[in-house]
């Protein structure tokens, strides 16, 4: 009897406290509401940024961010040669070549400038070529119309240029290039004789390609070191005209429209205003959230300041690209008309991502926070 009585008490328990858990979940459920809003108040004031550590953060973070772009702008406005001046790989540079047909030799590539920015014609070949089949190479326009300064192509195409003492347009037409003296003003106003890379006659881009197949073949290592030299010599090209204002064009569009390419870029659309803006953004948000994680106190809740992490990023990338369209917008109507090409495109474009990216994060670490908040007020009594 004592056992059914004991039996009896713990069943009248267990009933009791499962009405008990009844209860408590059918009202956890009832103020479902409530609980929800206060988990998201307490994830919202968790993830502020407005404390002393993450506004510091923030303006530390803007400055940097204004330095590169300020930077970046100034870049935009040297000229070629002051930009060349600036690349550690790059060196004094003269037209000696020995106008060997489709050859140049691996001292040649290294002392003497890359053949597709040549732009001057030998004045026989206009007299003696069809209209057709004129160069048509510009200071103005070499950079589109010269498959060489593709940043896609011209790793193919610019490298056979180097190693051939060659041109080739965007139609894929070629020519040779080789060292001739020309007159020229001088800064100072006075004329002088110089050797300069000249457009001599017109060449065979399938020749071109041959003729480096062949060295290959024949020269075997050497050849491959010769190889190299030139691919170096192209990507050292290419780095050194990416900051300038005109900069390259998008990879590929050259050879489909060289005039396509060059209003691109005057509306500021083009390798440059992508590469360096994205390149600094990533770099300068990586050691934002890599400095702000390590300041990272013992209490701090893991998600709630990675939360702030993002939060600060987009924020700093929101301000620094908007101060970079007022002073784009202010610098355009005040009537500089190279504007468009001085701002950061690619900074934008990044700036973009983030606050979508940081935008999915946010919602998506807020509904699991209020998901486990209310789990454990849920599960607060158990069975």
């Given at each position: 009897m004592s056992d059914i009585s004991k039996a009896i008490q713990d069943w009248e328990k267990m009933v009791s406290h499962t009405d008990e858990v009844l209860k408590h979940r059918i009202s956890v459920y009832e103020h479902?509401?409530?609980?929800?809003?206060?988990?998201?108040?307490?994830?919202?004031?968790?993830?502020?940024?407005?404390?002393?550590?993450?506004?510091?953060?923030?303006?530390?973070?803007?400055?940097?961010?204004?330095?590169?772009?300020?930077?970046?702008r100034k870049m935009r406005m040297m000229n070629d040669k002051d930009l060349a001046e600036m690349n550690p790989l790059h060196h004094e540079e003269h037209?000696?070549?020995?106008?060997?047909?489709?050859?140049?030799?691996?001292?040649?590539?290294?002392?003497?400038?890359?053949?597709?920015?040549?732009?001057?014609?030998?004045?026989?070949?206009?007299?003696?070529?069809?209209?057709?089949?004129?160069?048509?190479?510009?200071?103005?326009?070499?950079?589109?119309?010269?498959?060489?300064?593709?940043?896609?192509l011209g790793l193919v195409v610019g490298t056979s240029n180097i190693m051939t003492s060659t041109i080739t347009r965007s139609d894929f037409r070629s020519w040779h290039v080789r060292t001739e003296q020309h007159q020229r003003l001088k800064r100072n106003g006075k004329r002088a004789i110089e050797s300069l890379d000249t457009i001599c006659e017109s060449a065979s881009t399938i020749e071109m390609f041959k003729a480096v197949s062949d060295r290959l073949n024949k020269e075997g290592k050497d050849g491959w070191i010769t190889l190299g030299t030139a691919l170096a010599k192209e990507v050292v090209h290419l780095l050194t005209d990416i900051p300038s204002l005109m900069s390259l064009p998008l990879p590929v569009i050259s050879a489909i429209s060289p005039d396509f390419a060059h209003k691109l870029s005057l509306y500021g659309i083009n390798t440059g205003t992508i590469v360096e803006g994205t390149i600094a953004n990533k770099i300068i948000n990586f050691v934002v959230a890599f400095l702000h994680r390590l300041c990272m106190e013992e209490g701090d809740d893991e998600r709630l300041y990675q939360v702030r992490t993002s939060k600060l990023i987009t924020a700093a990338n929101l301000i620094a690209t908007g101060g970079d369209l007022v002073v784009t917008i202010y610098q355009a109507y005040k009537g500089d008309l190279k504007a468009m090409r001085k701002f950061d495109l690619g900074g934008y474009m990044c700036t973009l991502g983030n606050l979508v990216s940081s935008t999915r994060l946010v919602n998506q670490l807020e509904c699991e926070y209020m998901n486990e908040k209310f789990k454990l007020e849920l599960n607060r009594i158990n069975y």
């Open positions: 479902s509401e409530s609980i929800l809003s206060a988990a998201q108040e307490e994830f919202c004031f968790g993830s502020s940024l407005l404390n002393k550590k993450d506004m510091s953060f923030l303006v530390f973070a803007c400055i940097l961010h204004g330095m590169v772009k300020y930077g970046i037209s000696t070549r020995m106008n060997n047909k489709y050859y140049c030799s691996r001292e040649e590539i290294i002392s003497n400038p890359v053949p597709f920015d040549a732009i001057i014609v030998d004045p026989m070949y206009k007299v003696s070529s069809w209209q057709r089949l004129k160069p048509g190479f510009k200071g103005t326009n070499h950079r589109f119309t010269a498959l060489g300064h593709d940043p896609l």
